[in-house]
């Protein structure tokens, strides 16, 4: 009986063998281990609870804000400072 090269008798190898089927698993798989490492993260290290005085605290940082000349000041200095003329800076 002559061969015919279009009819493949032989038999295919399992798919476990092929190496491009693991790299398709693989990432989805990396996703949800990466998923299970963010979820243990999430509920072994809770969020820290606010101060007790946290009312107290937003109401000071409102009053430092009410006066501009103190609140900006640090920004008024850098902002003259980056305005002064090279020859004119201190050496």
Not at 2 to 19: L, M, Q, R, V
Not at 35 to 47: E, I, K, N, Q, Y
Not at 77 to 82: D, L, Q, T, V, Y
């Amino acid at each position: 009986m002559p061969s015919n090269p279009a009819i493949d008798t032989t038999a295919a190898a399992p798919w476990w063998k092929f190496g491009h089927v693991w790299l398709v698993i693989a990432g989805p798989a990396i996703v949800i281990v990466a998923g299970f490492v963010t979820l243990w993260l999430a509920v072994s290290r809770p969020d820290p609870v606010i101060a007790e005085d946290y009312y107290r605290q937003g109401i000071e940082i409102n009053k430092t804000l009410e006066t501009p000349e103190k609140s900006l000041a640090p920004a008024m200095k850098g902002r003259n400072h980056a305005a002064t003329p090279p020859q004119d800076q201190p050496r």
